[in-house]
């Protein structure tokens, strides 16, 4: 609907038709900030969920979390991914001019702005960390009230989420990792001649898409296994969404969450593929956390996507207050709601009634 000229008329003669015929429905397809004057249902395009992603391509939770992380679980970007290739050989295919990949980006800001140069500079901003408004005022040169007339346009038409950080302060982040990736890397690299790009440009696309995009897909896992399981671990209720005990440096090391009652909740993620567990990081976290209090007044938690060195096994099986969360423990947690509505266990029926 959104490309007619004549949507008023059409309305117009469309509510007429519906008055004197009831037996026919219609699909009106628009965009999501557009208003149809007559009555209608809401019905919402949304991107495919990894769990969904891995049960449909039959794919490994860790393919399937690069796939998510790359397209978003966008349908356009999907239709375009071919499983029979490698995940490096399908993103060397999507990283060329011509590409699906490479024009959404471009398409939806064409579609959403008469100006879409302005958006760009503040969705730029906003990948590279200048995440409040102040901080965009300066980098864009933009009037702090003119940035937040903007932000609020991108927010509307779904390119930019809004969360509120610490103090109160709002943050603002891109939709989905589509659009980090698409302004973290793509939008000033300069294509060949060819509409390929330079090895540098797909090294730095790799690079970004694990410490940066992909890292974040699995903070979210660990961040949801928190929220599920902790409070199995103390009489206190631990409310972890708030921003306060998120992201607490103590000494050289940045707590994903500490949380205190009678005994204090330590919460580390380790989510770089790649990275992993060392011991200089147990090293400090021990040396940070045992100042004001004795080791055994803590309880630990280590979320990591990497493999478990030996020595933090020992660790996990000499004291009860240190836990590990492998990543297959992650994707179990978080795919358990789909998997209960998806693939349900047999029941009996006597159990069922009861």
Known sequence: MGD??????????????LETEDTVRFILIGRPWESIPIPHRDIVAEGITMPELADVFSIKDEDAAKIIS??????????GYD???SFEENVREMLRTDSVFYRLALDWMGNCFRTPETYNTL????????????ELSKLSGYPKNKCDKYIKALIEHGLVRKEEGKNGHSKYY???SYLSLWYGVLFTAVPNADGSFREETCSAFMKY??????????????CHWIRENINQYTDSVIHCDNVSSCDVKIGNVTFAFVFEDRRKFFVCFDCVPGAGLTKQLWTEIEKATTKSRPFYDNEYFLCTVNRV???????????????IIQRKSLFAEFKKKYNRMVHPKFVPGFVRRK
């Open 4 to 17: 007619r000229q004549d949507k008023d008329l059409f309305y117009q003669e469309l509510s007429k038709f």
């Open 70 to 79: 790359l397209t978003a679980g966008l349908p356009a970007l999907l239709s």
């Open 83 to 85: 499983t029979d290739q």
């Open 123 to 134: 969705l730029y901003g906003i990948t590279h960390g200048y995440n409040r408004i102040s």
């Open 174 to 176: 891109p939709a989905n």
């Open 209 to 222: 898409l694990n410490d940066v995009v992909l890292a974040d897909f699995y903070k979210d896992l660990c």
């Open 309 to 323: 060195p030996d020595s933090y096994w020992t660790l996990s099986k000499q004291y009860d207050n240190v836990h």
